[in-house]
């Protein structure tokens, strides 16, 4: 599997994004998949996965109620709608297909990783 992710870019303060997360092989959508964030000097921080079938969403506490996680299973495709940014979201991310249908926020559980898209926000 392949993961090919998209939509990073500069922001401003209270902006928004949508980065996608493309998949080459339809298995995948039988598999959870998470998006993770890491920031120059930080470890790797989970952000938000989605079960299979997107039934099940998780976020860490500092995004919820601003991103919003979501997937196209005919696409292969997964969202992360990205509002009310902040300049402590400035980070690469990336997303994940986990080894299972639901997801975790442990990054081991995660079988194949897409190279990774920049945001920053900053005014």
């Known amino acids: 599997v392949q993961l090919q992710a998209s939509g990073g870019g500069l922001v401003q303060p209270g902006g928004s994004l949508r980065l996608s997360c493309a998949a080459s092989?339809?298995?995948?959508?039988?598999?959870?998949v998470g998006w993770f964030r890491q920031a120059p000097g930080k470890e790797r921080e989970f952000v938000a996965h989605?079960?299979?079938?997107?039934?099940?969403?998780d976020y860490v506490d500092s995004v919820k109620d601003r991103f919003t996680i979501s997937r196209d299973k005919g696409k292969n495709t997964v969202y992360l709608q990205m509002n009310s940014l902040k300049p402590e979201d400035t980070a690469v991310y990336y997303c994940?297909?986990?080894?299972?249908?639901?997801?975790?926020?442990?990054?081991?559980?995660?079988?194949?990783w897409g190279q990774g898209t920049q945001v920053t926000v900053s005014s």
């Open positions: 092989r339809r298995t995948s959508s039988n598999n959870a």
């Open positions: 989605i079960s299979w079938n997107g039934g099940t969403r």
């Open positions: 994940a297909v986990h080894r299972s249908s639901f997801g975790s926020r442990w990054y081991k559980d995660y079988a194949y």
